[in-house]
């Protein structure tokens, strides 16, 4: 099983990427999918969710209105759109997936398939 997170990168303030994560090994496409981040110095922290159809998303609130979570479960995808980036979001972004739950939820514990991360840098 494996998730491989794509799409970081060094951008400015204001700008916006899209990360992408493909899922192999399994079918994900009954799970709950989401993203976490962790910044140099910082404990990891929940950045959004999706539930197994897409119906339900949940955002932390630092990143809520800014980024949009969706997946493509004939793809075996998730997506996170991230718009006016800010110097604060700087981090290593992980792809997550749950073996277990279809619900998005915010606790690390829901998830037990972790991606490698891939680095986003924004500077000010």
């Known amino acids: 099983v494996q998730l491989q997170a794509s799409g970081g990168g060094l951008v400015q303030a204001g700008d916006f990427l899209r990360l992408s994560c493909a899922a192999s090994?399994?079918?994900?496409?009954?799970?709950?999918m989401g993203w976490f981040r962790q910044a140099p110095g910082k404990e990891r922290e929940f950045v959004a969710a999706i539930s197994w159809n897409g119906g339900s998303t949940r955002y932390a609130d630092s990143v809520r209105g800014r980024f949009r979570i969706s997946r493509d479960n004939a793809k075996n995808s998730v997506y996170l759109q991230m718009n006016s980036l800010k110097p604060e979001d700087t981090a290593v972004y992980y792809c997550v997936s749950s073996s277990w739950s279809a619900q998005a939820t915010r606790g690390p514990s829901e998830y037990d398939y972790w991606g490698q991360g891939t680095l986003v840098t924004v500077s000010s």
């Open positions: 090994g399994r079918t994900f496409s009954s799970y709950a």
